[in-house]
């Protein structure tokens, strides 16, 4: 029969210095696990649940003894709270034997998964670098064959512009030649200038690429540049019966490149006529700030539609339409070409459309400004 005096001795005299050498030999395991992993989450895992363990132990430990040395007759509370406290001291022991070898094994498990993954990720990222190196590579060729293939074209485009002006503008020529020869001339002379300004795009989009577009910036006044544009695109507008309004009188000088600013012009207007109605038109207005000369292109022809207005300006992008205007078929070059040139003089350009209704760009560029 087990009395409360036997159960004061084993609590004093094994139970506490059990609980004390299991206490040591616990933190002792935990402190080298703890080394061993370099503070993996499986050490700290195990540190928390001994720290859990040892806490129960102690509190029933402390329970226990308060009870025995209050001099309780009855053992009813006290033998249950020493035995739970026993069971769970001998399976604290033995799990820690146990968890440590597994939990050992667990880590060095869970350190060649990650160096696998670690190593795998990096093959990973040199693939994708390489991937890239070689898109890179791939890309700087195209725009080297396309700037080559632009620069070669342009002497026979020339020469072939040339030959056919000389042969139009003589007299004595055209008088020996049929009407169905000379509309025959007079077409070849329309399709190498749709090609020269084809190779005239693809050279300056290889130049852009490239980085070596040539800007040479000076003071240019709008309502020349525009007069002269309108010049040599007013057939374009006979053509299609297309209306050019100019609204533009005299603006403030802009600094910009003089050529450029013709290309700017010449790709907005052309584009206009293009995407127009027959009988439309197309309204040219200006206005100035301290700034800026901001440069308004508005047409009435088919629109654009909202989600494509971003996207309008990057490189081979084509509008899709019901119809446009003349049988040239537009690359998608012409827009590209235009932000990249205004942007590189210091200004913006943006586009608004109503479809149905009509599309207006508007492009800025610094004003020419004295210094006082």
């Avoid at 059990?18 to 895992?45: D, H, Q, R």
């Avoid at 020996?176 to 050279?203: C, M, P, Q, W």
Wanted: overall charge positive.
């Amino acid at each position: 029969m087990i009395t409360q005096e036997m159960l004061r001795t084993i609590l004093v005299s094994i139970g506490w210095p059990v609980l004390a050498f299991a206490s040591i030999f616990i933190l002792i395991k935990n402190w080298l696990f703890y080394k061993e992993t370099k503070g993996s989450p499986f050490s700290k895992l195990a540190a928390a649940a001994h720290a859990g363990w040892l806490v129960t132990m102690y509190s029933l430990g402390l329970v226990s003894t308060f009870y025995l040395f209050r001099d309780i007759s009855s053992l009813r509370i006290v033998f249950p709270v020493f035995v739970v406290w026993l069971i769970t001291l001998v399976i604290l022991l033995c799990v820690t034997m146990r968890w440590s070898t597994e939990a050992s094994a667990l880590h060095t498990n869970y350190l060649n998964a990650s160096g696998e993954a670690e190593r795998r990720t990096n093959d990973l990222n040199a693939a994708c670098k390489r991937e890239l190196e070689n898109e890179k590579q791939v890309e700087q060729l195209k725009d080297e064959i396309l700037f080559v293939a632009a620069h070669e074209l342009r002497s026979p485009v020339s020469a072939i512009k040339w030959g056919l002006t000389t042969l139009l503008e003589d007299k004595e020529f055209n008088a020996r030649l049929t009407t169905d020869f000379k509309e025959i001339i007079k077409n070849i002379y329309i399709h190498n200038e749709r090609l020269g300004n084809l190779v005239s795009r693809l050279l300056n989009t290889a130049r852009i690429e490239r980085g070596v577009l040539s800007i040479k910036t000076e003071s240019v006044f709008l309502s020349h540049s525009i007069r002269e544009v309108l010049d040599e695109i007013k057939h374009l507008a006979q053509e299609q019966n297309v209306r050019v309004i100019n609204k533009i009188e005299n603006p403030p000088p802009v600094l910009a490149d003089p050529t450029l600013v013709k290309e700017i012009l010449t790709n907005l207007i052309t584009n206009a006529i293009r995407y127009n109605v027959p009988g439309g038109s197309i309204t040219l207005t200006a206005r100035h700030t301290d700034a800026a000369v901001i440069v308004n292109v508005s047409d009435t022809g088919q629109g654009i539609p909202s989600e494509k207005l971003t996207d309008i300006f990057e490189k081979f992008h084509n509008i899709s339409q019901k119809h446009t205007l003349g049988k040239e078929k537009s690359v998608g070059l012409g827009l590209y070409i235009t932000k990249e040139l205004v942007t590189r003089m210091g200004g913006t350009i943006r586009a608004t459309s109503e479809v149905g209704k009509g599309s207006t760009f508007t492009f800025t560029l610094p004003r020419d400004i004295p210094p006082t």
